[in-house]
């Protein structure tokens, strides 16, 4: 059976294994490539948007609009015109002017000097440089910096550059560019630092957290240059002045939810906002991506070898949801764009190709059970070959499940022979666990036998003796012969059947059978052989006078242990009427019948208690013959001018009884029941004391079941210097409820 499974584990497991490797190369394919990074790039711009800090209102942007184009002319502009804009800026008190325009040709002399004029009396410009890379080639970078006479006169120079995805749209900008030992920091990163903050070290690239176009506040520039705006609107704000109109080639392309495309300055103005409210945002390493989605997939891989289909399917979908909020809580409140799209990728090739390759498994299982079952069942092949035209899958179950319907049916066939046999019965497997019960071996074992090892049943129930080699004996006190018939080997193993009958009936008549013919040749030869003997020596000496006395004495010992027995044999066949009873009318009635047997002893039997006590119910006859028994027996074993004290007595419900209860006491003075005596005190034919005369002790065998079938209870108080029984019975109607009549 283990070498049949092997091959199919190897394979499910190299599968499983060959499936996990593709998984994780999609992963790594995903985080590097092209498609994965629009895919990356798509998902962010519908997470970003929600995390977008609102504009800074500190910003205000000067437009080089249409409206200004009109003013002052064709693009590029006399130098002269951005002195004029920047003195009134400067004139409105502003706190800092990032100018994104760049100035890295010359032009007039006279409008170079007159711009540097203003630069130098503002001392709050920030101008651009352009840094174009020559990577292609192996150049190094080509840094175009404003004019030296300009860029001594502003404040200081950053760079404008921002950084274009696969996609071609705008997500980032290098805050810093290195070219050999100098580096060239973002304009915005110089505005910031102006503005006292303190920029992380995080690495050089900044995600821009794009806000919809229009967001910012914005000025036309010719209403700078005319003095229409209200210098209250320009003081302490950080001003940015760059191109908006049309047709100047400072359009960026952006993310849909931002508008689609907006100006360089505005692109600038949403990175500077950021950076004044401390919001950081940036890319996770690739690796951390490719870890993350790595370690989900192979989660999910081994969760794929116990799960179904549908809860496996419904685990994928929770694990690219589970991982998609993880990249957004990330970019919440890291601040890190943790990408899910290496994740989603690894998830939509791994789940497919694991369902394909189960569902192939499956199809060759089905087919191969067919044919197997098929040519055991010959009579369960049915027409369902065609029943699902061209589906293989479908026609395949269809024929499994009438196969399987046919062992179900034979499987019931054989459980209801198990079940209707007179005897518990237990299909047991090769690994000695029971596969099959009836309702007697259930009723011996417990419900839940099927499972469970036959062995620790056995143990469970059994006294842990053996009778016999084939028999135990049941807790309960039930002898049980069992057998075991193999029912041979199959590819599960050798199973058998556990057959267990019970025989405590022929084991007590067998006891029984015993007990008699012991009575016979013991209890009753030994009175028989005395008279016997009596006979022979009044044969011898005939002068003397026959031993009437002894010979009728052995008689009658011989008679009480026939009809005891005889009583006692009755009575074990016997169904006690049931009736009220007076207590007190029956005792003063077995007082009465002992009359003679206590005149003989010189014993007094006394009755006392209550006159009138409360009914029970039972067989009054039973009942007077088993008070008679222990009156006959007190009177025996009383010395001579003894007295026999039977009391009646009534017992109120408690805690320890449910009910009241009538009880009888007979009380005697002799010598008390020997310790030998008292290991089977109601056994018939038990111990006795050999010093004693012989007693096959039916009597009480006769009140303890007598008592018994009348559902009452019999106790002994034996103590040095006499014996009390007590016989007790549920009260059933009280003296009051009588009638009188």
């Not at 184009?69 to 015109?81: D, H, I, K, T």
């Not at 821009?208 to 010719?222: D, K, L, R, Y």
């Not at 979908?317 to 990728?345: E, N, R």
């Not at 002799?670 to 006795?688: H, V, Y």
Request: net charge negative.
């Amino acid at each position: 059976m283990t070498s049949e499974k092997a091959p199919w584990r190897n394979r499910l497991v190299l599968e499983w294994i060959t499936v996990l490797l593709l998984g994780l190369a999609v992963t790594v394919f995903a985080a590097q490539s092209r498609a994965g990074q629009e895919v990356s790039a798509w998902l962010f711009d519908r997470a970003a948007i929600l995390f977008a800090p609102e504009p800074d209102a500190r910003i205000l942007i000067v437009q080089i609009d249409e409206a200004s184009l009109a003013e002052f002319g064709r693009w590029p502009w006399p130098r002269s015109v951005h002195a004029r804009l920047i003195d009134r800026l400067t004139e409105g008190n502003v706190a800092q002017i990032g100018y994104d325009v760049l100035f890295v040709e010359p032009s007039t002399p006279e409008d170079d000097a007159e711009l540097a004029d203003a630069l130098g009396r503002s001392k709050k410009v920030v101008l651009p440089t352009y840094i174009t890379t020559s990577e292609m080639n192996g150049g190094p970078l080509d840094v175009q910096l404003p004019l030296p006479n300009l860029r001594n006169a502003a404040q200081k120079a950053g760079h404008v550059n921002v950084v274009f995805d696969a996609d071609g749209q705008v997500r980032h900008a290098d805050l810093s560019i290195e070219d050999g030992a100098q580096a060239h920091p973002h304009m915005m990163k110089v505005v910031a630092e102006n503005a006292g903050v303190a920029v992380p070290d995080f690495g050089q690239k900044m995600i821009i957290p794009f806000n919809p176009a229009g967001s910012f506040s914005a000025v036309s520039a010719v209403s700078i240059v005319r003095g229409e705006v209200p210098q209250g609107l320009l003081k302490g704000r950080i001003v940015l002045v760059g191109a908006t109109a049309q047709g100047n080639g400072d359009i960026l392309s952006v993310p849909g939810p931002a508008g689609s495309v907006m100006s360089g300055v505005e692109v600038q103005a949403n990175m500077l906002s950021a950076m004044l409210q401390g919001v950081w945002l940036r890319d996770a390493a690739p690796m951390t991506a490719i870890l993350f989605a790595s370690f989900t997939l192979l989660l999910l891989m081994a969760a794929y070898w116990w799960l179904p289909p549908d809860r496996a399917l419904l685990l994928s979908a929770l694990a690219a949801l589970l991982g998609s909020a993880v990249s957004v809580g990330a970019l919440a409140w890291l601040k890190i764009w943790l990408t899910p799209a290496p994740l989603l990728a690894g998830l939509m090739l791994a789940y497919p190709m694991w369902s394909w390759r189960r569902l192939s498994a499956l199809d060759r299982f089905v087919q191969k059970q067919v044919v197997t079952l098929g040519d055991d069942l010959d009579a369960a092949r049915s027409d369902s070959r065609g029943r699902f035209g061209l589906d293989t899958i479908a026609t395949a179950s269809a024929r499994l499940r009438d196969l399987i319907g046919e062992l179900g049916e034979r499987r019931r066939f054989v459980q209801d022979v198990i079940e209707s046999a007179p005897d518990a019965m237990c299909v047991v497997d090769s690994e000695g666990r029971v596969v099959l019960a009836n309702s007697r071996a259930k009723g011996i074992f417990g419900p839940e036998v099927e499972g469970r090892s036959v062995e620790g049943c056995m143990v469970e129930v059994a006294k842990g003796r053996h009778v016999e080699a084939d028999e135990i004996e049941l807790t309960d006190g039930r002898t049980m012969l069992v057998r075991e018939v193999s029912l041979g080997s199959s590819a599960a193993g050798q199973s058998t059947v556990l057959r267990m009958a019970d025989i405590s009936e022929r084991r007590a008549n067998e006891r029984e059978r015993n007990e008699f013919l012991e009575f016979l040749s013991h209890d009753m030869r030994a009175p028989l052989a005395r008279i016997l003997g009596v006979l022979e020596i009044a044969r011898k000496n005939p002068a003397k006078d026959m031993p009437f006395d002894r010979i009728a004495d052995h008689a009658k010992t011989s008679l009480k242990l026939a009809d005891d027995f005889v009583q006692l044999a009755r009575l074990s066949a016997l169904t006690p009427e049931q009736s009220l009873i007076d207590l007190r009318a029956i005792t003063d009635e077995a007082v009465d019948r002992v009359y003679d047997v206590s005149k003989s002893k010189q014993v007094r039997v006394s009755v006392e208690g209550l006159d009138e006590p409360p009914l029970i119910a039972g067989d009054s006859s039973l009942l007077m013959r088993a008070i008679a028994n222990l009156l006959d027996n007190a009177i025996r074993y009383s010395p001579k001018s003894g007295v026999v004290r039977c009391s009646i007595r009534l017992k109120e419900r408690s805690e320890a009884a449910t009910c009241d209860y009538l009880e009888c006491t007979v009380a005697d003075h002799g010598p008390g029941i020997p310790p030998e005596r008292l290991a089977a005190l109601f056994q018939r034919f038990g111990p006795n004391d050999p010093s004693k005369e012989l007693s096959a002790g039916l009597g009480l065998a006769f009140v303890k079941r007598a008592v018994d079938l009348m559902g009452g209870a019999i106790t002994l108080e034996s103590a040095t210097g006499g014996t009390t029984f007590v016989i007790a019975f549920p009260v059933v109607v009280g003296p009051e409820s009588i009638d009188p009549a």
